[in-house]
């Protein structure tokens, strides 16, 4: 199975094909940093590139009675074997109250399975018989919509955008800026008795 190179720790996960001459918007706006209208463009575009993505493979996973969310579990369950909810949960990029939720589903369905540990409710999850044969067969058609999209864009331009979305991540992460600046509780204080010393005076 072919997968894009990602730095430690990074998931290439789905891919899918895009249509030709639907590169979402890419001729319609370019700020530049400084742009008034960049910090707003930024993050739309993002979720635009993602919601394309999600709307050319939706309907592989509906054929097979499944979610995005759900996929992404069953895929990253069978590339990394039993997991721990809390490190299922990070992998999938989802958090935990609606993990809980998805594998709960998933379990009534017969595709996951719980081992249970000690002082835990779920434990460790793992694939059953019949979710190792769904991925199996989901597999073969989310990897023809990556290489399919990697061809249409170009291996070379498709590395360097991994970089930059990898690079603009951790730049993100660990950007250090002041905290937001909040009324002082003292000078709050202080006007609300020169206040109360003017309403006595009175």
Not at 38 to 49: A, K, R
């Amino acid at each position: 199975m072919k997968r894009m190179r990602m730095q430690k720790g990074d998931k290439a996960g789905l891919v899918p094909a895009a249509e030709p001459g639907h590169m979402s918007g890419s001729h319609e706006v370019h700020p530049a940093p400084g742009d008034d209208r960049f910090d707003d463009v930024l993050p739309n575009l993002l979720l635009d590139v993602r919601e394309a993505f999600l709307t050319s493979f939706r309907p592989v996973l509906r054929q097979f009675g499944t979610t995005d969310q759900q996929f992404r579990v069953l895929s990253i369950l069978h590339l990394s074997g039993d997991l721990e909810i809390s490190k299922l949960a990070r992998r999938c990029r989802i958090i935990g109250p609606s993990m809980t939720g998805i594998l709960n589903r998933m379990a009534a369905i017969g595709w996951v399975t719980r081992k249970p540990l000690k002082g835990q409710r779920w434990g460790a999850i793992s694939l059953t018989a019949a979710g190792r044969n769904l991925i199996q067969q989901l597999q073969p058609q989310i990897d023809s919509r990556n290489a399919a999209f990697s061809t249409a864009m170009g291996t070379a331009q498709l590395a360097v955008l991994v970089e930059l979305l990898v690079r603009a991540r951790d730049t993100a992460r660990n950007l250090r800026l002041p905290g937001p600046k909040l009324p002082s509780r003292a000078g709050s204080t202080a006007s609300r008795r020169r206040k109360a010393g003017r309403k006595l005076r009175a």
